[in-house]
């Protein structure tokens, strides 16, 4: 049953990111992903790296010795107003909105132009994952039932304490079709407001492809639009009227 998608004047998203993971041809030297630094984007946020630890055993000795790596990976620019960030990496790209989150066709309309800045730089050969991030921060009253306000709570036996410090849940379901996944996550964040508790809703709808050649925008992003519906309907789906009363 298709559930109805509304577009919240009050959207509790805190950071929404579209995400590219590509191969290339040939190995990318990481400085060279500077060419591809946009001037709305002036701040050197971060340098995101890839971690690594190696673990090995001596045999003759029992011992184990670790040894950890550090990889460069890219650049992560931030806009000058600090609500949005445009990483260019040798594995992929990624664009991040944080609040005020404005509307699905002004956020991807902007991942859209820096995706072709990053794919003149990098001339990815195979589009290998695509991924939506959207985390959510609901605050509702304290010492309220999680039910009223969410259809996927944590359920405490009756003989129990009913009253939760910490909760975390989490599951992943797949999208009809071959469409992809959806993971579903929940948990309690740090209170924004006095006498409430914050529950984050993270909501990821990714798929994994293989998009090569002269269609790949044209196959890219009605890709896109389907994880989006599917991350709007699953975000419908896990709460009740009080929130949606709470975010209009």
């Known amino acids: 049953m298709a559930l109805s998608r509304e577009v919240y004047k009050n959207a509790p998203i805190t950071e929404a990111a579209l995400d590219i993971r590509v191969r290339t041809a040939v190995d990318i030297d990481v400085e060279s992903l500077s060419a591809g630094r946009d001037q709305l984007y002036p701040e050197l946020f971060r340098k995101p790296v890839k971690m690594e630890v ?13 040894a950890a ?57 195979v589009i290998e994952l695509i991924g939506l991030n959207y985390l959510n ?34 599951y992943q379901l797949a999208i009809p079709e071959g469409g992809g996944f959806l993971h579903v996550g929940q948990s309690y964040g ?30 890219l992003w009605p890709m896109f639009e389907a994880l989006r519906e599917a991350k709007s309907m699953a975000f419908e789906a896990c709460i009740t009227d009080k929130v949606r009363e709470m975010i209009r």
């Open 190 to 219: 740090p209170p924004k407001k006095p006498s409430s508790v914050t529950v984050n809703l993270n909501i990821q709808a990714f798929r994994q492809v293989h998009i090569t050649g002269d269609t790949m925008e044209d196959d």
């Open 54 to 66: 190696r673990v090995e055993a001596n045999s003759d000795t029992l011992a184990a010795s670790a």
């Open 137 to 170: 921060e609901i605050s509702i009253p304290g010492g309220v039932a999680l039910d009223d306000y969410f259809r996927t709570y944590i359920e405490v036996p009756p003989e129990l304490p009913q009253t939760l410090n910490v909760f975390a849940l989490g």
């Open 69 to 125: 790596a550090n990889t460069p990976l890219g650049f992560a620019f931030r806009s000058e107003d600090q609500k949005q960030i445009y990483q260019i990496r040798t594995d992929g790209f990624t664009h991040n909105r944080l609040p005020p989150y404005q509307e699905w066709d002004v956020f991807v309309a902007e991942a859209r132009r820096l995706w072709l800045i990053y794919k003149s730089v990098v001339n990815p050969e």
